[in-house]
T-cell receptor, first 114, second 113 residues
Framework: EAGVTQSPTHLIKTRGQQATLRCSPISGHTSVYWYQQALGLGLQFLLWYDEGEERNRGNFPPRFSGRQFPNYSSELNVNALELEDSALYLC?????????????FGDGTRLSIL | AQSVTQLDSHVSVSEGTPVLLRCNYSSSYSPSLFWYVQHPNKGLQLLLKYTSAATLVKGINGFEAEFKKSETSFHLTKPSAHMSDAAEYFCVVSETGRRALTFGSGTRLQVQP
């Protein structure tokens, strides 16, 4: 079974630009989650999508947004990039929405803001 | 609100000796608890999970953890460390319904030859 795949592996942007990160969940998983792992701040929950809808959101500004497509893949968009957005962005997927199915993580996209 | 405290930021052991990584949690509801491992420049791999069944949970690669409600602890152990165990370990709590994982700050495990 293929794992969670994320692209690109690395992304370099400048302040004020926009970044798009992509995630393909494990086959059969309907929920997709996004996390930010910034140096010194640890892992923080960003967004949860299930069945195409945003179900929960972490404490991040609105310039962090995303969507989930009918095939359950997902995009994370970050607008008006700031230096502190430099981080590893991890995507995870899990099976159905109910219960506490474990989340399976991809290897992440490292976003660097110059 | 839920929170997780990993009591040690760094743990160093010798190869072949036991590993103990400590975790305390706080949760308003019956939590699910997980341990994940992250190797350098990699995503997180699930080691084990507790979801209100047996309090002693066995995971992959010889790791296990014991859920102690009275102590609000979920410590991770392994009888004998291997060089390949060197990585960052995260204790994670999830409340039913919210689905947002709350991560501890991580414990970096070093294994000396």
């Amino acid at each position: 079974e293929a794992g969670v795949t994320q692209s690109p592996t690395h992304l370099i942007k400048t302040r004020g630009q926009q970044a798009t990160l992509r995630c393909s969940p494990i086959s059969g998983h309907t929920s997709v989650y996004w996390y930010q792992q910034a140096l010194g701040l640890g892992l923080q929950f960003l967004l949860w999508y299930d069945e195409g809808e945003e179900r929960n959101r972490g404490n991040f500004p609105p310039r962090f947004s995303g969507r989930q497509f009918p095939n359950y893949s997902s995009e994370l968009n970050v607008n008006a990039l700031e230096l502190e957005d430099s981080a590893l962005y991890l995507c995870a997927s899990s099976r159905e929405r109910g219960g506490n199915q474990p989340q399976h993580f991809g290897d992440g996209t490292r976003l660097s803001i110059l | 609100a839920q929170s997780v405290t990993q009591l040690d930021s760094h743990v160093s052991v010798s190869e072949g000796t036991p590993v103990l990584l400590r975790c305390n949690y706080s949760s308003s509801y019956s939590p699910s608890l997980f341990w994940y491992v992250q190797h350098p420049n990699k995503g997180l791999q699930l080691l084990l999970k507790y979801t209100s069944a047996a309090t002693l949970v066995k995971g992959i690669n010889g790791f296990e953890a014991e859920f102690k409600k009275s102590e609000t602890s979920f410590h991770l152990t392994k009888p004998s460390a291997h060089m390949s165990d060197a990585a960052e370990y995260f204790c994670v709590v999830s409340e039913t319904g919210r689905r947002a994982l709350t991560f501890g700050s991580g414990t970096r495990l070093q294994v000396q030859p």
